[in-house]
Structure formats: structure tokens, C-alpha cells
Nanobody, 119 residues
Framework: QVQLVESGGGLVQAGGSLRLSCAAS????????MGWFRQTPGKEREFVVA????????YYTDSVKGRFTISRDIAKNTVYLQMNSLKPEDTAVYYC????????????WGQGTQVTVSS
């Protein structure tokens, strides 16, 4: 089992920045892929970015490339999402998730944190 707890959401003006954190606990993380997703009311949950825990490879959806950066601190078992140049369309509940490799579903989810970008 993996437990995930997000923090760092809030209200920011367009063009501003926020950093989200996802603290992980539980089983070993060496095979994990950690991801961030987001969801707005009435829409499906959308993939944003992921990072391979062991190698650090990253994968971004096109709409956030150049603005968002995912990183991990292995010593703290924490994944970060640095969000810069925020736009109103980035407003959503952001979820941290984890899966054990490419062939697995994201089985572990955090509770979500609200990000609101005002215009």
C-alpha cells in the first residue's frame, strides 16, 4: 500500500506560481511512477505530468510543457509540482497518484488539493 497526501494548493492570480507537494508513505518506492492529475467539475480527470521515481524520467501533457515542473526528493519521499505562468484554465482539483510501473493502473490516489487561478 502507498499513502499519498497533497498540499500546497490555493488561490493565485494569472501569471503567478504555486508549488504542490505530495508526501508518500508505505511500501518501497523504487518501482513507482508518480503522477499528477487534475479535474474540473463535469470533466474527466486529466493527466498532467508523471515522474519515474527511480530514474527521474518525466512526462508532461502538452498544455503544461514549459510552465510546470515535476521533481522528487527521495530522502523526503515527496514529489513536487512547480507551476509557473498559471492560467485560469489551470484551475482544478489536483491529485497526486502512484502506480507500480507502465503496465499498471494508477491504484493509489491522494485526496486532492484545489488550485484556483483568477483572471
Amino acid at each position: 500500500q502507498v499513502q499519498l497526501v497533497e498540499s500546497g494548493g490555493g488561490l493565485v492570480q494569472a501569471g503567478g506560481s504555486l508549488r504542490l507537494s505530495c508526501a508518500a508513505s508505505g511500501r518501497t518506492f523504487s518501482r513507482l511512477i508518480m503522477g499528477w492529475f487534475r479535474q474540473t467539475p463535469g470533466k474527466e480527470r486529466e493527466f498532467v505530468v508523471a515522474i519515474n521515481w527511480s530514474g527521474g524520467s518525466t512526462y508532461y501533457t502538452d498544455s503544461v510543457k514549459g510552465r510546470f515542473t515535476i521533481s522528487r526528493d527521495i530522502a523526503k519521499n515527496t514529489v513536487y509540482l512547480q507551476m509557473n505562468s498559471l492560467k485560469p484554465e489551470d484551475t482544478a482539483v489536483y491529485y497526486c497518484a502512484a502506480r507500480y510501473g507502465e503496465g499498471h493502473d494508477y491504484d493509489y490516489w491522494g485526496q486532492g488539493t484545489q488550485v484556483t487561478v483568477s483572471s
